[in-house]
């Protein structure tokens, strides 16, 4: 069965310091990967998807993320961090049409003056 | 920019009472789904309909949901008798076809079941 795992539940960054969210998948075939934001009472705002081709993607609002098939990982980074990037981190996981998204627990990123 | 709607964007509802959570797919999209989440939890997939059928269903879409697309635009989730533990917020999403692209999502429905 397909599984992600985002190992922090929490991170405090400083604004203007560099950013790494961690995502680790469980996937029988290749795999679609996503993240997904968050801010409070809102729905999920794409910020980048990896389908194939070069493991490096950008997305918007200064994210990027790398495809690392060797360690099954899609790490988020970015590289100064603004006071809006609070909010809840989602990566997920998926296939083709029908079968859905299988989300990570989310990693909550605090950011401090 | 097109996007997923959903109403409303907060319910509250007795227990065992019927509700009925609504959306609006992107207009050329195929594949609409439901996801779930409970309050501090993660995004858990529901259901995903092409079609005008349930594609694929998880564990948690038991018998007390269903869904239908009534008409060409709508595409509803219904819990039968509502309980405490269905208090969530509930995301619609849909996707253009098979092939496979990003989902896109609608902005939830809270659902407080009291």
Known sequence: ?113 | EPEVTQTPSHQVTQMGQEVILRCVPISNHLYFYWYRQILGQKVEFLVSFYNNEISEKSEIFDDQFSVERPDGSNFTLKIRSTKLEDSAMYFCASTPGSGYTEAFFGQGTRLTVV
């Open chain 1, 1 to 113: 069965a397909q599984s992600v795992t985002q190992p922090d539940i929490h991170i405090t960054v400083s604004e203007g310091a560099s950013l790494e969210l961690r995502c680790n998948y469980s996937y029988g075939a290749t795999p679609y990967l996503f993240w997904y934001v968050q801010s409070p009472g809102q729905g999920l705002q794409l910020l980048l998807k990896y389908f194939s081709g070069d493991t490096l993607v950008q997305g918007i609002k200064g994210f990027e993320a790398e495809f690392k098939r060797s360690q099954s990982s899609f790490n988020l980074r970015k590289p100064s961090v603004h006071w809006s990037d609070a909010a809840e981190y989602f990566c997920a996981v998926g296939g083709r049409g029908a079968d859905g998204l299988t989300f990570g627990k989310g990693t909550h990123l605090i950011i401090q003056p």
